[in-house]
């Protein structure tokens, strides 16, 4: 049974550090997506990979977010400094192009104090 | 531009009682419409889609029909059980947003008593 994985799924910093998200797409999938859950906002899209090219990321605070897929099995969503507004739940999402279904990671629940 | 509203909760039920969450939409094009479902502490899970009109989208007893005349695609289960307790989200994709990109509703939770 082929899942996206997410690590680490908690997460507890202090303001000012550096946070490395993780995740792994489904073998074969194409496409990935960052989402930031909160109570407040809801689901937002981060960030929008295909084939391991960024077309997306206006959902994203550029001055200290940034996403990368270094290669086809692993994507990293870092803040750098993080604030304690970007607690939140970060979900990995993973498709295929051209497909309409979007298969979801556990998340990763970010505190930061 | 497009967008997903969704019946605020949260919706308690007893079980084996009839469910239905509203959903509607707003989008020029022919999006496709899904509902996820998300259980405590883990990720949303695709429960059923529908990708053009009168289509109707089921799976586990749920169920949701693509209306476009009235741009809604409620969810329904005519029994729920204590297992279904979760949030569940609509959303779209296509139309003007692009094939990719999903807009969610803000989620109904469900919490179902035995």
């Known amino acids: 049974d082929a899942r996206v994985t997410q690590t680490p799924r908690d997460k507890v910093t202090e303001m000012g550090q550096e946070v490395t998200m993780r995740c792994q797409p489904i073998?074969?999938?194409?496409?990935v997506f960052w989402y930031r859950q909160t109570m407040m906002q809801g689901l937002e899209l981060l960030a929008y990979f295909r084939n391991r090219a960024p077309l997306d990321d206006s959902g994203m605070p550029k001055d200290r977010f940034s996403a990368e897929m270094p290669d086809a099995t692993l994507a990293t969503l870092k803040i750098q400094p993080s604030e304690p507004r970007d607690s939140a739940v970060y979900f990995c999402a993973s498709g295929l192009v051209g497909g309409d279904t979007q298969y979801f990671g556990p998340g990763t629940r970010l505190t930061v104090l | 531009g497009n967008s997903v509203t969704q019946m605020e909760g949260p919706v308690t039920l007893s079980e084996e009682a009839f469910l239905t969450i509203n959903c509607t939409y707003t989008a020029t094009g022919y999006p496709s419409l899904f509902w996820y479902v998300q259980y405590p502490g883990e990720g949303l899970q695709l429960l059923l889609k529908a990708t053009k009109a009168d289509d109707k989208g089921s799976n586990k007893g749920f169920e949701a029909t693509y209306r476009k005349e009235t741009t809604s695609f409620h969810l329904e289960k005519g029994s729920v059980q204590v297992s279904d307790s979760a949030v569940y989200f609509c959303?779209?994709?296509?139309?003007?947003?692009?094939?990719?990109?999903?807009?969610f509703g803000t989620g109904t939770r469900l919490k179902v008593l035995a």
């Open positions: 959303a779209l994709s296509g139309g003007t947003s692009g094939t990719y990109k999903y807009i």
């Open positions: 073998l074969g999938h194409n496409t």
